[in-house]
Each structure stands twice: as structure tokens, then as C-alpha cells.
């Protein structure tokens, strides 16, 4: 995979499209506000009970943060920062929300070494552009890899799923199953996987094992964690 074309592919898609839209979800190919905030839902879910402003979160691909807006209208506090690879949403954010960190950066690059409890990537798997789907495959995987790699406690990303009754050839699916044995043979066996919402997607969230065991400290489970 060259992931130099690839950035630079994303980022001619994205760009001219943000331009034209920047004040609405079109801006970053989401058909509408209720369809992307329902990701964010379902991308937040499982990390609730747990968001508070002690924890670091990084909104991978972050466009112009409108994550950071729903966390402020469902008063979702943490420590929010994000990283996105176009200059103009980095700007763009970073006039609308002064207070918050928005690097501009490939998470994939070797610089990218900062540690998070929590990163997300919210709709940035789903469209390879001119990228071949078997390219496209292994950038998507690199990109878990990567947030696995710099988390704490955990990861949340969302995929387009196999297990649809519409299709299109430039849009990339992952067969739920795949993503199942990837995570739970390469990282942790302790995940959350959302396939329960009118989307035609689901939504995986991934918890490091010394998280789970440092939440679940009875004897009882010790066998668990050997
Ligand atoms: C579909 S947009 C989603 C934006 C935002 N997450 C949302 O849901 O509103 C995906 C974004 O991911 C960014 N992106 C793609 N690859 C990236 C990478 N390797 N590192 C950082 N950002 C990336 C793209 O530039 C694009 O703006």
C-alpha cells in the first residue's frame, strides 16, 4: 500500500466537497445530520459511563469536530482533542472551537507516537475513493492497528457491513465475522460489536484486557486474566 497516495487521494476528495459544505454533514460525505449523529452514538456508547474530564479522547479524522459539537449538546465531558489530514477543517475547527487541540496529522505516521485512553474514527473507513479495495483493506487495518497501539483503555471505529440490502461498488463493506477474529486473536477479546441500528453498518468498540481486569478486581475473575 502507498500510504502517501492514498493521504493525498483522501485529501482531494475531501477537500473541494468541505468547501462547498462546510456548515452541514455533507461536508465530510454523511448524508445528514440524524445518520451522522447516530454514529456518534453508537461510536460513544460504550465508553459513557466512563467520559469524564480526567480521560483523554481522540477523535481520529476528525473533520471539523462536529463530534466535539454533539458531545457539548449531550453534555458528554473529557479532555477532546482530535487530528484530521486536511488544513482546511483543521482551520475550520479550530475557529469554532478555540479551546481544543486539533493537530493536523496522519495517525499513521511514525510521529504520531501520543498515548489516549480513548481514540474513535467515525466514518473514515467507508470510502476509498481511487484507492484499490484491497489497498484500502490493508490501510483500514493499519488504522486499527495504529489507535490499538496508542490506547489505554479503548477504541471505537465503524465499517460498513456485508449484511445489507443495497450496494455500491465505491463504497467498501467488511464481513462483521472478519473484524471479530482480527481483534479478538491479534488484540482483546473484550469488545462490543453494535450491529443493532437502522444503518447499514456496525460499530465496534475494543477495551485493552488491563483495563478490563482493573475494572473487574474479585477473585472470582482472576483465572480470567491469567
Ligand atoms: C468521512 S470524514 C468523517 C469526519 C468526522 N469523523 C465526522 O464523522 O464528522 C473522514 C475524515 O478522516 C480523515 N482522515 C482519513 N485518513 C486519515 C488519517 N490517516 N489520519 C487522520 N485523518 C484521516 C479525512 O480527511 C476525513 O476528513
Known amino acids: 500500500m502507498d500510504i502517501n497516495k492514498l493521504i493525498a487521494d483522501q485529501q482531494s476528495i475531501y477537500l473541494n466537497n468541505f468547501i462547498e459544505n462546510k456548515d ?27 467520559l ?33 489530514i486536511i488544513d482546511e477543517m483543521v482551520e475550520y475547527a ?13 495517525v499513521l505516521d ?16 467507508y470510502y476509498p475513493g481511487n484507492i484499490d479495495h484491497v489497498e484500502w483493506k490493508v ?3 493499519q488504522m486499527i492497528d495504529k489507535m490499538y497501539s496508542q490506547c489505554d483503555i479503548g477504541i471505537s471505529f465503524n465499517l460498513l457491513t456485508t449484511y445489507k440490502n443495497m450496494h455500491r461498488d465505491d463504497l ?11 481483534v479478538a486473536t491479534r488484540h482483546s477479546r473484550f469488545f462490543n460489536l453494535n450491529h443493532n441500528y437502522p444503518l ?23 483465572k480470567y486474566f491469567k
Not at 463530534?67 to 487530528?83: F, K, R
Not at 467498501?172 to 482480527?182: Q, T
Not at 475494543?206 to 472470582?220: G, R, T
Open 139 to 141: 490501510f483500514v487495518f
Open 24 to 50: 452541514s454533514s455533507e461536508g465530510t460525505f454523511q448524508n445528514n445530520r440524524a445518520t451522522q449523529y447516530l454514529r456518534f452514538e453508537k461510536i460513544l456508547e460504550p465508553f459513557l459511563s466512563i
Open 110 to 125: 511514525v510521529e504520531f507516537k501520543d498515548r489516549f485512553d480513548i481514540l474513535v474514527f467515525s466514518g473514515g473507513l
Open 200 to 222: 447499514y453498518e456496525w460499530t465496534i468498540s475494543i477495551f485493552k484486557p488491563e483495563y478490563i481486569e482493573s475494572v473487574n478486581q474479585a477473585p472470582e475473575y482472576e
Open 94 to 106: 479550530g475557529h469554532r472551537f478555540p479551546g481544543i487541540n486539533v493537530k493536523n496529522q496522519n
Open 52 to 84: 469524564n474530564q480526567q480521560v483523554s479522547f481522540h477523535d481520529v479524522g476528525c473533520g471539523s469536530c462536529d463530534m466535539y459539537q454533539y458531545m457539548l449538546d449531550n453534555a458528554i465531558v473529557c479532555d477532546y482533542s482530535g487530528t484530521e
Open 172 to 182: 467498501f463493506y467488511l464481513d462483521p465475522r472478519e473484524i471479530i477474529d482480527y
